[in-house]
């Protein structure tokens, strides 16, 4: 027989002890959300283990991708990815999850709103995801399905079929507009085929590495593309500390080693 106050003393030590563990767990990396998914996607959990294993994400409706319902052109979709909303956007990437090469770019705003204008191949109806980690580790996903008629990842590119492209390579079109209420807008088109790779005969061969600078050298944001990016790819961001008429240099290099270097001005 217990003695007088034992009982007690066993369940307020047992209470104790369940709060030291929930308090040391609470400590921990969040878990992953179980979220039910707002795209209903059944690749969803595919994606949430390649991309953020047990890293912490949640939906979140801030997150604007914008796109057209149906894409005409499976080549060619143009897609806008907003996570202007989010205080502390620190990098966001790009992924459609019925994609062959399900990764299509990673973006570093920096100086630059987290806002990116760009256009990328499908090549099938998919959710085309945005996911943007904020200061506080926690990824933040929006997303929103294209429909398409497909093929566009398996598919040559034109350029690879035309030898003008070898004397364009690389090549930087681009200017600078003021933005209303201050700033720069930044749109600009890199001459190169972008192949994936999972055409017949064509190895893949894309650009891999953008980062855009002023005057002084100090990088202000950075893309790296990969082969889901459409040929010759276009790229529209926002900056609002770009004094008018200041130069920005474009630079980076593609997977073959060929260098990009550009300036852009208004």
């Known amino acids: 027989m217990r003695p007088p106050g034992s009982t007690r003393r066993l369940l307020l030590a047992g209470i104790a002890s369940l709060l030291a563990c929930a308090t040391a767990a609470g400590a921990g990396t969040p878990p992953v959300s179980t979220a039910e998914d707002p795209l209903d996607s059944p690749r969803w959990g595919d994606m949430q283990k390649q991309f953020f294993d047990a890293q912490p994400v949640v939906f979140d409706a801030r997150i604007k991708v914008t796109g057209p319902a149906v894409a005409e052109d499976p080549l060619n979709v143009p897609i806008t990815a907003d996570a202007s909303a989010l205080p502390g956007v620190e990098e966001m990437i790009v992924f459609a999850d019925f994609n062959p090469i399900v990764k299509a770019l990673r973006f570093e705003p920096g100086a630059a709103r987290a806002s990116l204008g760009f256009r990328i191949k499908l090549q099938q109806s998919s959710p085309v995801r945005v996911a943007a980690r904020t200061a506080d580790g926690v990824w933040r996903v929006g997303g929103a399905w294209v429909t398409t008629t497909?093929?566009?990842?398996?598919?040559?590119?034109?350029?690879?079929?035309?030898?003008?492209?070898?004397?364009?390579?690389?090549?930087?079109?681009?200017?600078?507009?003021?933005?209303?209420?201050?700033?720069?807008?930044?749109?600009?088109?890199?001459?190169?085929?972008?192949?994936?790779?999972?055409?017949?005969?064509?190895?893949?061969?894309?650009?891999?590495?953008?980062?855009?600078?002023?005057?002084?050298?100090?990088?202000?944001?950075?893309?790296?593309?990969?082969?889901?990016?459409?040929?010759?790819?276009?790229?529209?961001?926002?900056?609002?500390?770009?004094a008018p008429g200041t130069r920005l240099q474009v630079s980076g290099r593609d997977n073959n080693g060929n260098r990009i270097d550009a300036w852009v001005t208004r």
């Open 150 to 242: 497909g093929g566009g990842c398996t598919l040559p590119s034109l350029g690879s079929g035309s030898p003008e492209w070898q004397d364009r390579l690389n090549e930087v079109n681009g200017r600078l507009w003021p933005r209303i209420g201050g700033g720069e807008r930044l749109r600009m088109r890199i001459i190169h085929p972008m192949d994936t790779g999972l055409a017949a005969g064509i190895p893949a061969f894309h650009i891999e590495d953008i980062s855009i600078a002023d005057e002084s050298g100090r990088v202000l944001s950075r893309i790296q593309p990969l082969e889901p990016v459409a040929e010759n790819p276009s790229f529209t961001l926002d900056f609002a500390e770009v």
